[in-house]
């Protein structure tokens, strides 16, 4: 069953501008974690944050993370034409590892 | 150099035939995982197998069978194929079950069953 739910479902921005995507969930998790998929590609972990956590850093990407409202953001600052991809939240629950992941956001970032 | 591969990249059959995707990492890890990605980018987990072992195995169809021969392969075997079964496969791979989790994907094997 799907774990994650991200939205909006496709975001169009100018370069340079700040991209924020949503990510809701349903059940308890281990740690929730965002990934990027360029075009035609395989998935690239993009970060990672444990649920006692609340937010977390790393380059221009922020994350946060509301336990009680079960959901996480991802913050992209100052966007690039690369940055054009698609973006998965995922959730690790259990004690093997399982990650669910969401449907995805497709992320254009105009030149 | 590359850490996680797989192969093949491309795959076109037809409908009955029985084909097998191979995966290979070189990052150490104990983790392996077969995922499955639909026209809608929906990314759905199949197997994990832990040290050859395994330990997630989702609803799928018995026609795939995962063989693991060592910790560092994971291969895929899909019998009888059907067309439902079109879709990207993609092969990943992490430390270890039960740690942070943080995954290592393959480039994905694009299955086009006609």
């Known amino acids: ?111 | 150099d590359t850490a996680v591969s797989q192969t093949p990249k491309y795959l076109v059959t037809q409908m009955g035939n029985d084909k097998s995707i191979k995966c290979e990492q070189n990052l150490g890890h104990d983790t392996m995982y077969w995922y499955k990605q639909d026209s809608k980018k929906f990314l759905k987990i199949m197997f994990s197998y832990n040290n050859k072992e395994l330990i997630i195995n989702e609803t799928v169809p018995n026609r795939f069978s995962p063989k693991s021969p060592d910790k560092a392969h994971l291969n895929l075997h899909i019998n009888s194929l059907e067309l439902g079964d079109s879709a990207v496969y993609f092969c990943a791979s992490s430390q270890v079950a039960g740690g942070p989790g943080e995954q290592y994907f393959g480039p994905g094997t694009r299955l086009t069953v006609t």
């Open chain 1, 1 to 111: 069953s799907q774990q994650g739910e991200e939205d909006p479902q496709a975001l169009s921005i100018q370069e340079g501008e700040n991209a924020t995507m949503n990510c809701s969930y349903k059940t308890s998790i281990n740690n929730l974690q965002w990934y990027r998929q360029n075009s035609g590609r395989g998935l690239v972990h993009l970060i990672l944050i444990r649920s006692n956590e609340r937010e977390k850093h790393s380059g221009r990407l922020r994350v946060t993370l509301d336990t009680s409202k079960k959901s996480s953001s991802l913050l992209i600052t100052a966007s690039r034409a690369a940055d054009t991809a698609s973006y998965f939240c995922a959730t690790l629950t259990g004690a093997n590892s399982k990650l669910t992941f969401g449907k995805g956001i497709t992320l254009s970032v105009r030149p």
